[in-house]
């Protein structure tokens, strides 16, 4: 991609500010008590009267976690969360009642998203691009709404859309990832505040790409916003993902859910650019990231494509999977995970066929600098049913120094004779060859290791929408920064 | 441009060059044959700035500056250029990527602007054309897939671009045809100034015929053993380097 050039200019100026995200914006907040109990659940309705039957759910979901075990199968180690230790609900109390126009939006807001590159005011914005912002636990504007409205394309907080389309929220909500789903899901259920909706009418190719730019701001609070994206028949939506937070040293727990329903004919296209606060090199604070991710390819032909930039977060703990119901339904998931320093990921994907010549693509590039570890998991399940089945997965591993690792753990389970599935896997290092030649050429070492490492992610890269394939790659150089020399 | 004297280079623990002395005037294409495992590439190497070499004497002075402990990138911004002997492969990223990279990082140590993307689109245009080099080969990823006389001709590509004041080139000839070899040879005598040296390590006085050196150096034994003119490269054709061993022995 030619933009790497331009993006490794980019990298060498930020090279001295190595998180920059990292400032905190100082604001008044409304915070729910700290702690978590059924009271907390109940607040957290009240405060976005809710209707009855979303308290109910939320109620049954806090419930069932109490009973639940931490999941202790991935390959990350840090201590017990203390799950009363933290704030449930945190709100800038300007836009406590939800979001307004903005002009009412306290400058400060407007400011500190413009300072992380989204400037919120429309004249200023990318264009064709939509963004819904959430700061801490509420969304705090969505922009260009009613130039989908026109479409019928609905975009708007979760809140929002419980007014809105009530309906429509209650038919598909939960039905992806159920509340019983494991214990972050569930902890979600009970308590999440906020996230975007999306509805794409049958029919209809939304005309902008959408996004939500997700901030964690206050101190002790954790994130959890749930996202529910519909798409119709025949229908087409893009949407992006892009996450920071304040450099803080404490953990701060971010377990979010994303649901993803795709009818007759769809296609979703699920881009995530995730670039929490990693802690500092010696592991110190850091976003938990423990985020479920799951699209339902319910319809015929329809299609649902995860493509993932994960290069923050002290402990990443995800897997954007697929459920191919569909008949000739398609899942892809490619993913770039980049750990350095003491960061941790166990991040993967799971691709359940069930419906008849369903087909998926996996393609997965880890990149582990320092002392870094992580791990690639991932199912691929073929159903008895699903005839003609079948999956391809790559995964490459890139090692940067000899005190990080990295693992792939891939899980096949066939139970129709007819589906094909295809494995390979690669282990290399950033040859000290290669870098010689790049500096050798008059590349310092930091964008030699960066455009080595660009080059080995642009399959995945190259899926991203053109607006961040951009930002991508200068995320890839700066969390690499250190790692060599 | 370019002086060694008494230098020693130990890779390893093994001593490959002990006490080698060469000057090399601006303007002066020199070459350098000898044996396998002489220390050409070490040589090479050394001058760029490689690490894994233990310098334990002598010094490198180039354009009056001692390199030692420079970095090779700050070398390269500097005017040294090196086209391998392997030239190597970088999965991914374009060619073209790669040398507009190359090209800015130099031009912004130098603190000169960098060339925008139509700026260098138009540069490369010429450039490959003089070299006989296909656009095709711009867009694929460095060297993957090249064939061994393809890979030669980008290191002459990147020389090109690149405009140094010091080129060395290892073994820049072996697997050319005669025809690719005379591209090179022609862009290589392009590019001969009088403030423009070059160091051509070559098995073969085929190659001396379109480049024609100033002086032909014999490396054996970690030392320049004998220097001459353009003879020097026939002898040493006819009568491979055994008067060299004996010399040594
Ligand atoms: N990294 C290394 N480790 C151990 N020995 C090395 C290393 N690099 C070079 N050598 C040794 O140093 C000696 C000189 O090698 P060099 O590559 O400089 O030779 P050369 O003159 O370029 O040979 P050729 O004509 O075959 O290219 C050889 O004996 C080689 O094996
Ligand atoms: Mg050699």
Redesign the interface.
């Known amino acids: ?2 933009a ?2 331009e993006t ?2 980019q990298v ?1 100026e930020m090279a001295d500010d190595k998180y920059k995200y990292g400032f905190v914006t100082d604001i008044d907040s409304e915070n729910a008590p700290k702690g978590l109990s059924e009271d907390i659940v109940r607040f957290i309705s009240a405060k976005k009267n809710e209707p009855e039957w979303l308290l109910e759910w939320r109620l049954k979901a806090y419930r069932h976690w109490l009973t639940m075990p931490e999941p202790n199968w991935a390959k990350v180690g840090f201590p017990a969360i203390d799950y009363q230790d933290s704030y449930y609900y945190s709100a800038p109390k300007a836009v406590g009642d939800g979001p307004q126009s903005l002009d009412e939006i306290d400058p400060e807001l407007l400011a500190t998203y413009e300072k992380l590159g989204i400037p919120l005011k429309e004249q200023e914005m990318l264009a064709g691009v939509a963004v819904d912002a959430v700061f801490d636990s509420v969304s705090v504007a969505t922009t260009f709404k009613s130039k989908l409205e026109e479409v019928g394309v609905i975009f708007c907080p979760l809140t929002e859309a419980l007014e809105k389309c009530p309906d429509l929220v209650k038919k598909y909500l939960g039905t992806v990832v159920p509340y019983t789903d494991n214990k972050h899901a569930t902890l979600n259920s009970a308590v999440f505040t906020e996230g975007s909706f999306v509805y794409i009418p049958p029919g209809v190719r939304c005309p902008m790409e959408l996004s939500t730019y997700f901030r964690i701001n206050a101190k002790n609070t954790g994130q959890f916003e749930r996202t529910l994206i519909i798409a119709d028949k025949e229908s087409y939506v893009s949407y992006l993902e892009g996450c920071t937070a304040p450099m803080r040293d404490e953990n701060q727990l971010h377990a979010a859910v994303v649901e993803l329903i795709a009818l007759d004919d769809a296609e979703i296209k699920y881009s995530t650019v995730q670039n929490w606060y990693p802690g500092d090199e010696n592991g110190k604070g850091g976003i938990y990231n423990f985020v479920t991710k799951r699209g339902a390819c319910r319809g015929r032909n329809s299609k649902i494509s995860w493509t993932q930039v994960e290069t923050g977060s002290a402990i990443t703990w995800k897997y954007p999977s697929c459920i191919l119901q569909g008949d000739n339904s398609v899942g892809e998931f490619y993913s770039i995970a980049i750990t350095n320093n003491r960061q941790q990921a166990d991040t993967g994907t799971k691709m359940i066929h069930l419906g008849r010549n369903t087909s998926s693509k996996i393609i997965s590039k880890g990149i582990s600098a320092g002392h870094a570890d992580q791990t690639y998991r991932g199912l691929v399940k073929m159903s008895p049913k699903a005839d003609g089945a079948r999956n391809f997965t790559q995964c490459d591993s890139l090692l940067i120094g000899d005190q990080c690792g990295a693992h792939t753990v891939p899980y096949i389970e066939s139970k129709n004779k007819s589906a094909i599935v295809e494995h390979e896997a690669t282990t290399s290092t950033i ?4 870098l ?10 930091e ?1 030699a290791v960066a ?2 490492v ?6 995945v890269l190259q899926q991203l929408p053109m607006e961040f394939a951009v930002e991508a790659q200068k995320l890839v150089g700066i969390s690499l920064e250190g790692s060599v020399g | 441009m370019l002086e060694i004297k008494n230098l020693h280079v130990s890779v390893e623990g093994s001593e490959i060059l002990k006490g080698l002395d060469l000057t090399v005037d601006p303007g002066e294409i020199h070459a350098i044959m000898g044996p396998n495992g002489s220390g050409k590439s070490t040589l090479s190497h050394v001058i760029a700035g490689r690490d894994g070499y233990e310098i334990t004497g002598g010094r490198i002075i180039f354009q009056g500056e001692a390199l030692t402990g420079m970095e090779p990138e700050e070398r390269a911004a500097k005017g040294i250029f090196l086209a391998f002997q392997y030239p190597v492969e970088i999965p991914g990223v374009a060619n073209t990527t790669f040398l507009k990279e190359a090209l800015n990082s130099i031009r912004r140590y130098r603190g000169e602007d960098e060339l925008d993307a139509m700026q260098f689109v138009k540069m490369m245009r010429k450039k490959t054309e003089e070299l006989n080099i296909s656009d095709d080969m711009l867009k694929r990823a460095v060297n993957v897939g090249f064939s061994g006389g393809e890979k030669k001709r980008n290191e002459i590509l990147q020389m090109a671009v690149l405009n140094p004041s010091l080129a060395i080139l290892d073994e820049t000839d072996s697997g050319l045809d005669i025809d690719a070899l005379k591209i090179v040879a022609e862009g290589v005598n392009k590019l001969r100034s009088p403030d423009r040296s070059m160091l051509v390590i070559t098995h073969y006085q085929r190659l001396l015929d379109y480049i024609i050196p100033d002086k032909v150096h014999v490396l054996a034994h970690g030392k320049i053993q004998r220097t001459g003119g353009k003879e020097l490269a026939l002898e040493l054709e006819e009568k491979g380097y055994a008067e060299f061993d004996e010399a040594a022995a």
């Open positions: 991609m030619a790497t050039t490794l200019a060498q040859s000290e060859d290669q010689f030649y790049l500096r050798q050429r008059g590349i310092p070492v964008a455009l080595v660009n080059g080995f992610c642009r399959e």
